[in-house]
Each structure stands twice: as C-alpha cells, then as structure tokens.
C-alpha cells in the first residue's frame, strides 16, 4: 500500500493563480480531510469528507474548494492564490468509524509559497 | 470559541528524565488524540482516547485523558533522544466530531 500521496511536494505560485493539490489514498477510507500548517499554530481543518460525493467545510475553507468523486481521490483547488495561503499542507485519511480517525493517516504534505 | 492549549509550547530536557505535556480544551469532547511530527516531516498518530479516564501506554509515552476536567497528558518516562520532536493533541468536539481542532503543539528536545 502506497498509503496517502500528495503531489507535487513543493509549489511556487503567483498572486492570482490557482492550481490543485492532488491526494488520494489506497485504504479505501471514507474519511478524507485538507489541513494547512503555518508556524505556531498547529493544524487548521480545510475541508474534509465523509465519502464519495459527500464533502463539507471545516475551519478555514475560504478560498479552496474540494471534491470527491471517487472513495480513493480528494484534490484541493486554490481558486486565486493569495499570499495568506503561503502554508504546508497535510491531507490525511481514516476509517469513518469512530469519526474521523482510530487514528488519521497523513501524506507526506505539499509545502507551497505564494509570491 | 473552541480552543485547545497545549502547554508547555517548548520543553527542552536531559535524557532519562520524566515530563508531562498537558493539553487542556474548552469545548465537550470524548474524542482526543495524539499525533508526533518530526521536523520536515508529516504527522504520525500516537494515541486515540476515546472515554473518560482512557490510559494508553506506547514504550516510554503514556497518554490519559480527564473529560471532566477536559484535560489529556502525554507522560514521558525516562526520555531518549529519539523521542526529539514535536507533539500535537486534537480535540474532536461533540458537536462536530468529524472536525479536529489541534493545539499548536509541543516541540520536545532531548539531550544526551
């Protein structure tokens, strides 16, 4: 099992673009979420899902959008770049059961920089 | 607003001593976890506590967890370096509870 795989693992962007962050996981997991981690201040939600179809928003979704039409794949869109979305980001997957993780399962993150 | 507090935010000890980080939260919550991430790193899951008074015990780390008192700590028993990292507890609040909140975490040294 590949677990969970983020690509690319590094990203530069311009103010403005936008681009998406793939992940999927190989786990058959329902549940599947977007964190972003800045300096000092843990990990903040994004947006998760709890299957195939089914997404919803979490603590800081302004500026991302996300789907999930299949069970394996969960990307992240960043519709217009902006400076403040300068962040690693985590996506991490678990079993529903129990909410969301008996334990999560993180990929390896995608560290990106917005000039 | 929810918060979770993780104290202390930095701890720096001898190897073969024993600390405890303690991470409090204000909201009601049956769910806590436990996650390591080394630097540069991803995060890796520890403990899952998921009643009140769950005691979970890994090696030389020992997690428990008050819901009363809506307060975990990760015990550290006799430290190695290898146990250098940092530390993260999260919350999942009753009301929500496929919503994490995190705690901004500890970054633990341990010195030879």
């Known amino acids: 099992n590949a677990g969970v795989t983020q690509t690319p693992k590094f990203q530069v962007l311009k103010t403005g673009q936008s681009m998406t962050l793939q992940c999927a996981q190989d786990m058959n997991h329902e549940y599947m979420s977007w964190y972003r981690q800045d300096p000092g201040m843990g990990l903040r939600l994004i947006h998760y899902?709890?299957?195939?179809?089914?997404?919803d928003q979490g603590e800081v979704p302004n500026g991302y959008n996300v789907s999930r039409s299949t069970t394996e794949d969960f990307p992240l869109r960043l519709l217009s770049a902006a400076p403040s979305q300068t962040s690693v980001y985590f996506c991490?997957?678990?079993?529903?059961?129990?909410?969301?993780?008996?334990?999560?399962?993180f990929g390896p993150g995608t560290r990106l920089t917005v000039l | 607003e929810l918060k979770v507090e993780q104290n202390p935010l930095f701890l720096s000890m001898q190897e073969g001593k024993n600390y405890t980080i303690y991470c409090n939260y204000s909201?009601?919550?049956?769910?806590l976890y436990w996650y390591r991430q080394d630097p540069g790193k991803s995060l890796e899951s520890l403990f899952v506590l998921l009643s009140n008074g769950a005691v979970k015990q890994e090696g030389r780390l020992m997690a428990s967890l008050d819901t009363k008192a809506r307060l975990s700590t990760l015990h550290i028993t006799a430290a190695v370096h290898d146990l250098s990292a940092t530390y993260f507890c999260?919350?999942?609040?009753?009301?929500?509870?496929?919503?994490?909140?995190w705690g901004a975490g500890t970054k633990l040294i341990i010195k030879p």
């Open positions: 999260a919350v999942a609040p009753m009301d929500s509870n496929y919503q994490l909140i």
């Open positions: 909201t009601t919550s049956d769910r």
């Open positions: 899902s709890v299957g195939a179809g089914i997404t």
């Open positions: 991490a997957s678990s079993p529903l059961a129990g909410g969301p993780g008996i334990g999560q399962f």
